[in-house]
């Protein structure tokens, strides 16, 4: 899954150590969460209520469900089905 938390974090001029405060959570774990690891509605609620966003905003609609990042590099992989 795809979170918008990092551009979240850019547009309101927060650092994720300063969410991480502010949702008191690791910031290792947000992190994670950034790279791509599922999280749980109430942290991901918490993380909202920081961001001061409604929890929807959260959601990358950009990138397709067939589009997964390198949680090593970061780097986008499409993902097609074998035929």
């Not at 300063?18 to 609620?45: C, F, W, Y």
């Amino acid at each position: 899954m795809n979170y918008r938390i990092k551009d979240l974090c850019k547009e309101k001029g927060i650092t994720i150590g300063e969410l991480s405060d502010k949702v008191g959570i690791a910031r290792e774990s947000i992190s994670r969460i950034i790279g791509g690891n599922n999280t749980s509605t109430d942290t991901l609620q918490k993380i909202a209520t920081a961001l001061n966003v409604p929890i929807s905003a959260l959601f990358d609609e950009a990138h397709p469900s067939n589009i997964i990042k390198c949680p090593n590099c970061g780097t986008e992989l499409e993902v097609k089905k074998k035929e």
